[in-house]
């Protein structure tokens, strides 16, 4: 198998631009996922066809879609490879993925062994015409001239209490204003008129009994502000009427049966929670509005009633709309020039409730991402490439030693995205979560340091470092803004003997949400060459 040479040389030259779209990228939001297409260009580079291939954290399962991607290359893997004057070997390779996720595991089996698009397609189809013909109901409206329509989405907001004269006022009338868009921080107090901050207000909050425990729960209080639907081919808006509210306390005092087989375990909260906006939020159906607990809970029950071997692919695509689309954590921004508020999911990386939380159409979102993700599956539901995913920890590899050619993988960064407390609410459809003592991390909540963050990477790369074959190659994509994560990483990795020999970069065209708000747009690819001189003894590592 090839062990470096010009072509490596060549790829490290400059740095490497990645993107964030695509059917490949976009059929399920994931967070720190590589562009594929990229990643296959790593492998054709440093391999030849037939060769192994390892990530220990395989995440979103890019790696093993890379593998597949490199027996049938697409047209931008041909661009990129001229634009770096590069020479690939495509053709097919061998994959191995150790994911610790239960959620992400899925996701990569059914990404990387896709079903038949068109049967994925149909089923999916039908399963969404199932539910709406039971279901419909819950997104019925009126449009404003009395037609009868379909709710696209429910601006909720919540209520202010001014500190000045204790008015209640929601959100939405205090603080936003629509042709164009903002989201104000101040307004006039209703009473008094003086100046308000709205951090300054209180929150008004109030109890409920919860329909799973019948034990009271105080959250913070919220009403519908803005209702959007479709009347035909005709989208509109409105402020809500008591059509509307009938409706959403229908669902809400009486959940339909199918709702009571939603997951209602409590949240294992972390270094995520935050006292105020997730007040009363401890179980995991609180993060949903009745009406789409009960959507949600509909299409994963009738899952069951397709074909065994399409599953898999429907549950990945109901969870991929889930907790990004599904929740409260849904959410509406203002951008500058808009004559409306701009409706986004959730904050990637975080598990943040908006103060003025949307409720989306989860029937008409679901159907929306069938076209993607059957698009994604055509790229590799051909490949010859064979891909094996492992759900468990990477500290302990069921493979031979020296038997894999290269390695890929992105290792998690430090504190930079707690994944086991964000993947909850997907693996509680699941019912199966990951095992958190594995997790490498740095975690107050966890009682996990910089110190043990590292120990749990030396782990993985004792391993990593053993089943590599002597002289052969890995790329470790890394990204951090603490020194301390850093050394951590460095040490792991020549503690096994995996010396660094060359590095560049991932370019990304739209940076994630928290590489913006670092002011970093790209991560740094180390090429590490696996030396077992340079390897401690395994006595001399017990008596450090």
């Not at 661009?79 to 097919?92: C, I, T, Y």
């Not at 074909?307 to 954590?329: D, F, G, I, K, W």
Request: aromatic residues 6%.
């Amino acid at each position: 198998m090839r062990n470096g040479g010009a072509a490596v040389d060549q790829l490290y030259r400059r740095p490497l631009t990645t993107v964030r779209s695509g059917p490949l990228y976009n059929s399920f939001s994931y967070p720190t996922k590589i562009d594929a297409e990229a990643i296959a260009l790593f492998i054709a580079v440093h391999t030849d066809p037939g060769a192994r291939v390892l990530d220990p954290f395989g995440g979103s399962g890019s790696t093993g879609i890379a593998a597949r991607l490199c027996d049938r290359p697409t047209e931008r893997m041909h661009d990129l490879a001229r634009e770096l004057s590069l020479k690939p070997r495509w053709g097919p390779r061998e994959a191995v993925i150790y994911e610790l996720s239960p959620l992400a595991a899925l996701l990569a089996s059914v990404m990387c062994s896709p079903p038949p698009p068109d049967a994925f397609a149909q089923a999916a189809e039908e399963l969404v015409d199932a539910c709406e013909r039971e279901l419909g109901w819950l997104y019925e409206a009126k449009g404003p001239g009395c037609d009868r329509g379909t709710l696209r989405h429910v601006v909720w907001s919540e209520i202010l209490i001014t500190p000045c004269c204790g008015e209640r006022i929601s959100l939405w009338d205090a603080a936003v204003e629509l042709a164009p868009s903002a989201i104000r921080g101040s307004f006039a107090c209703p009473a008094c008129h003086a100046p308000t901050p709205v951090r300054e207000c209180e929150r008004a909050v109030e109890s409920r009994a919860d329909p799973f425990t019948g034990e009271a729960v105080t959250q913070r209080a919220r009403l519908p502000a803005r209702v959007y639907g479709r009347t035909g081919k005709r989208t509109w808006s409105r402020s809500p009427v008591p059509s509307d509210l009938a409706l959403a306390a229908r669902v809400a005092d009486a959940l339909p049966p199918v709702a009571r087989t939603a997951p209602s375990d409590e949240i294992r909260w972390g270094d995520l929670h935050r006292s105020g906006y997730h007040l009363g939020i401890e179980r995991i159906h609180h993060l949903y509005t009745p009406r789409n607990l009960t959507a949600i809970a509909a299409l994963w029950d009738k899952i069951g009633d397709a074909p065994e071997a399409l599953r898999p692919a429907l549950r990945l695509l109901v969870l991929s709309y889930n907790t990004a689309h599904s929740t409260q954590l849904t959410r509406v921004v203002a951008k500058r020039g808009e004559r409306d508020l701009i409706v986004t999911g959730a904050q990637t990386g975080v598990l943040y409730l908006s103060g003025l939380p949307v409720e989306k159409n989860v029937f008409a979102g679901v159907r929306r991402k069938v076209k993607t993700f059957a698009s994604a599956f055509s790229l590799t539901a051909r490949s010859s490439s064979v891909v094996r995913v492992v759900c468990g920890s990477s500290t302990s590899l069921d493979l031979a030693s020296g038997s894999v050619d290269y390695v890929f993988t992105d290792p998690p960064f430090g504190d930079y995205i707690p994944y086991a407390e964000l993947n909850q609410i997907n693996e509680a459809w699941l019912r199966d979560f990951t095992d958190r003592t594995e997790e490498a991390i740095v975690s107050p909540a966890q009682g996990k340091d910089v110190e043990a963050y590292g120990d749990i990477l030396s782990r993985v790369f004792a391993e990593t470092a053993r089943v590599l074959r002597p002289g052969g190659l890995a790329s470790v994509v890394f990204h951090s803004s603490s020194s301390a994560v850093w050394t951590e990483l460095l040490r792991a990795l020549e503690g096994q003997g995996l010396v660094t020999e060359r590095t560049s970069s991932l370019d990304r065209l739209q940076p994630t949400f928290k590489q913006a708000e670092s002011g970093a747009h790209s991560n740094t690819v180390l090429l590490l060459r696996n030396d077992p001189s340079r390897r401690p003894s395994r006595a001399s590592a017990e008596e450090a």
